[in-house]
């Protein structure tokens, strides 16, 4: 997959188009979706599948809320990647781009620089100044233009409809199982392990404390798992300020399952599974070992049932 960042590296496109356009955060069921479709409809016309995706969030720059990403930019690419799209172009959203009207994005980005015969959208999709510009716009300018619009229809899961701003509230709730049932798969954070305070060891059980640059991190003791080098393993998780200690710092650390190596500086990945409990404060040090031997049983009879 061919990653370009910026406008202006569309000259290099090798000929046209078909594209889709958002912040795919999370790449959950709806996204899932219309990358499928889009990979479809390039190879039946023989087109250049390519998703353009915008950092940062435009949210962010537009002041509406502080949004936290559910994957890295690192992650997002990789997770397009598997769908074995052409090509994605990484356009900085900025107050320049945010104030171009829809006709605009249309006859100067979609068509002009990307080469687009064919848009495939979501659902309720919008685009340009104030968000002016929606389905109804793209198929008034596709005559016109000389381009063919496929909107995809929303995705619903267990009542819920799958978005981006629904995985993030539930993550941050704890919700790790409704947010993964939304994902598709198990939440996923990445990062390098770093030397921790050997707690855990002191306890009796052995963690690998992961320093990471995701910005969702589920607060509490969870069943996980471990990816090591394309290996996963299975693994207890706990994300929070481990208030026995009185810790103030973030902390996350997994106790990894029938492994022994040493993994400091090495990069990683956890997969939230299922939610034992909240982080509580203990009355001592000797009463958290004790329930963290329950949670650990808890994990390994899950592990038991799911081979």
């Given amino acids: 997959m061919e990653v ?18 958002g912040n795919f955060d999370g790449v959950h069921l709806g996204h899932k979706k219309i ?49 074995s799209v052409h090509g994605v172009l990484i356009t900085p959203f900025n107050k320049e781009f945010s104030s171009l009207s829809s006709d605009e994005f249309i006859h ?5 620089a990307l080469k687009a015969e064919e848009i495939v959208i979501g659902e309720n999709f919008h685009f340009g100044k104030n968000r002016a510009g929606n389905i109804n716009t793209l198929r008034a300018m596709s005559a016109q233009l000389n381009f063919r619009v496929h909107e995809i229809p929303k995705v619903i899961k267990k009542g819920r409809t799958v978005s981006s701003s629904m995985i993030r509230t539930l993550l941050q709730e704890g919700k790790i199982e409704e947010a993964n049932v939304l994902l598709g798969r198990p939440y996923e954070i990445e990062g390098k392990v770093i030397r921790g305070k050997d707690r855990g060891k002191a306890l009796g059980f052995p963690t ?17 798992q471990i990816l090591i080098d394309s290996r996963t393993y299975a693994s207890l998780t706990n994300a929070g300020f481990r208030p026995t200690f009185g810790q103030e710092d973030m902390q996350i650390e ?48 899950y592990f038991k049932l799911n081979k």
Avoid: C, W
């Fill in 4 to 21: 370009l960042h910026g406008l202006k590296a569309s000259p290099s496109l090798p000929k046209k188009t078909i594209i889709t356009i």
């Fill in 108 to 112: 100067r980005i979609v068509v002009s």
């Fill in 35 to 83: 990358l499928q479709f889009l990979v479809q409809e390039s190879q039946k016309y023989d087109l250049f599948s390519l998703v353009l995706t915008f950092s940062p969030h435009p949210d962010i720059i537009l002041g509406k809320s502080k949004v936290k990403m559910i994957q890295t930019l690192n992650q997002r690419l990789k997770a397009i990647e598997r769908f």
């Fill in 208 to 224: 690998a404390n992961i320093e990471t640059e995701n910005e969702i991190i589920p607060k509490g003791v969870y069943v996980s």
């Fill in 254 to 301: 997994s106790y990894i399952m029938d492994f022994d190596k040493k993994l400091y500086g090495q990069e990683i990945a956890v997969r939230f599974i299922r939610k034992i409990r909240d982080e509580i404060k203990f009355k001592s040090p000797e009463a958290l070992s004790s329930q963290i031997q329950k949670d650990l049983e808890q994990a390994k009879a």
